[in-house]
């Protein structure tokens, strides 16, 4: 059972552009992360989100938890070629290890 | 910074083999993990393990087994080799000592193919 959901699957869009990357549940989560995943390399974490409602900023990244906690969000802001990776959320419940999504692909072109 | 090193990037291997995949954290972290990782599937948790030999499944344990002999040092062991284990095995490690789901540390992963 897929617990989180991303979307979309896939994003091309040119350098300089805006987008915002989905992560959507029907459960509640304790905490979200969101971790990024270059080529030939393991995913590094991003974020940490843990209350409700929570905004944290990344330079030009925004990342958002939802006030219900079940859901999450991650805008870029003048998307950069070095943005291009997979994006993956994480969710954290109890005492038991992450559910991840499956991801978005992100591919920023010059 | 956290180091989780896999012993290698890239194997190849034949159906039937017995496959070792070797991962190390020189983070002193009680949690270590292993996932697999298939286009269209993410991530999926195969063992994990939160103390030195204790061990637990996780989603798609079937076909492998770990050991977890050093607090630093978690091994995969895929007991026969088959072709749909072809996959990108990821190692990770969290210091969790409370929690296990806290902060994960990734290794840079091993390709695996079993021709």
């Known amino acids: 059972t897929q617990l989180l959901e991303q979307s979309p699957q896939f994003l091309s869009i040119q350098e300089g552009e805006n987008l915002t990357v989905y992560c959507n549940s029907s459960?509640?989560?304790?905490?979200l992360q969101w971790y990024r995943q270059e080529p030939g390399e393991g995913p590094v974490l991003l974020v940490t989100?843990?209350?409700?409602?929570e905004v944290k900023k990344l330079k030009r990244l925004t990342f958002q938890f939802g006030d219900a906690r079940k859901d999450s969000s991650l805008h870029i802001t003048a998307a950069q070629t070095g943005d291009t990776g997979l994006y993956l959320c994480?969710?954290?419940?109890?005492?038991?290890?992450?559910?991840f999504g499956k991801g978005t692909r992100l591919s920023v072109i010059a | 910074d956290v180091k989780v090193t896999q012993s290698s990037r890239y194997l190849v291997k034949r159906t039937g083999e017995k496959v070792f995949l070797e991962c190390v954290q020189d983070?002193?972290?009680?949690?270590m993990f292993w996932y697999r990782q298939d286009p269209g599937l993410g991530l999926r948790l195969i063992y994990f393990?939160?103390?030195?030999?204790?061990?637990e499944k996780g989603d798609i344990p079937e076909g492998y087994s770990v050991s977890r002999e050093k607090k630093e040092r978690f091994s995969l062991i895929l007991e026969s080799a088959s072709t749909n284990q072809t996959s990108m095995y990821l190692c990770?490690?969290?210091?969790?000592?409370?929690?296990?789901?806290?902060?994960?540390?990734f290794g840079s992963g091993t390709q695996l193919s079993v021709l």
């Open positions: 990770a490690s969290s210091p969790g000592t409370y929690h296990i789901n806290e902060k994960l540390f």
């Open positions: 459960s509640v989560f304790s905490s």
């Open positions: 989100v843990v209350t409700g409602g």
């Open positions: 994480a969710g954290a419940k109890g005492n038991t290890p992450l559910v």
């Open positions: 983070m002193d972290h009680e949690n």
């Open positions: 393990s939160y103390d030195v030999k204790m061990k």
